[in-house]
T-cell receptor, first 116, second 111 residues
Framework: DTGVSQDPRHKITKRGQNVTFRCDPISEHNRLYWYRQTLGQGPEFLTYFQNEAQLEKSRLLSDRFSAERPKGSFSTLEIQRTEQGDSAMYLC??????????????FGPGTRLTVL | EDQVTQSPEALRLQEGESSSLNCSYTVSGLRGLFWYRQDPGKGPEFLFTLYSAGEEKEKERLKATLTKKESFLHITAPKPEDSATYLCAVVSGAGSYQLTFGKGTKLSVIP
């Protein structure tokens, strides 16, 4: 297992365009998380899934943001009508359910979004 | 609202010069405190999880400790490859699994 993977690693887009990011978690992990990190800050929680169910969403997740995990495996994060303030590193993490072992979240390499 | 404060913001050490990083937290019911290392342009890499006051974990030159109000990451005889940003995060409350992070401490180890 190579860990959490994210695609693309970098995305440059123009303001107003839609973008979609993909995350593939560690294979046996049933929890998947999305975070956003801006320069000089720690990651901020956006949302998380247990299997295909989206169980928690941050107030940071505006109506322009939507996340899915249709079959409980990979997840996508879509940002509609991007704004310059959306420029950040988008991080995905995965973990086991606590009753099935460690609840440690393991992060992927991130997708760097630049909105021009 | 959970708060995590890390200090110092940046730390420069000579190779071999031991020091400690601090993570102070204010939470409603700590369920776990996590330390991660992050290299520029990469995702955070897991180091340690601490669950209760008095707990300690060690890995190579790093040792993490936990009290009821703060955690320390001790670095013994650091090497240049230890240069990175070290992030502290907490999970608190019942039913929530989101990590609340501090801003990190940027460590530079000079040969």
């Amino acid at each position: 297992d190579t860990g959490v993977s994210q695609d693309p690693r970098h995305k440059i887009t123009k303001r107003g365009q839609n973008v979609t990011f993909r995350c593939d978690p560690i294979s046996e992990h049933n929890r998947l998380y999305w975070y956003r990190q801006t320069l000089g800050q720690g990651p901020e929680f956006l949302t998380y899934f247990q299997n295909e169910a989206q169980l928690e969403k941050s107030r940071l997740l505006s109506d322009r943001f939507s996340a899915e995990r249709p079959k409980g495996s990979f997840s996508t994060l879509e940002i509609q009508r991007t704004e310059q303030g959306d420029s950040a590193m988008y991080l995905c993490a995965s973990s086991l359910r606590p009753d099935r072992g460690s609840d440690t979240q393991y992060f992927g390499p991130g997708t760097r979004l630049t909105v021009l | 609202e959970d708060q995590v404060t890390q200090s110092p913001e940046a730390l420069r050490l000579q190779e071999g010069e031991s020091s400690s990083l601090n993570c102070s937290y204010t939470v409603s019911g700590l369920r776990g405190l996590f330390w991660y290392r992050q290299d520029p342009g990469k995702g955070p890499e897991f180091l340690f999880t601490l669950y209760s006051a008095g707990e300690e974990k060690e890995k190579e030159r790093l040792k993490a400790t936990l009290t009821k109000k703060e955690s320390f990451l001790h670095i013994t005889a650091p090497k240049p490859e230890d240069s990175a940003t070290y992030l502290c995060a907490v999970v608190s409350g019942a039913g929530s699994y989101q990590l609340t992070f501090g801003k990190g401490t940027k460590l530079s180890v000079i040969p």
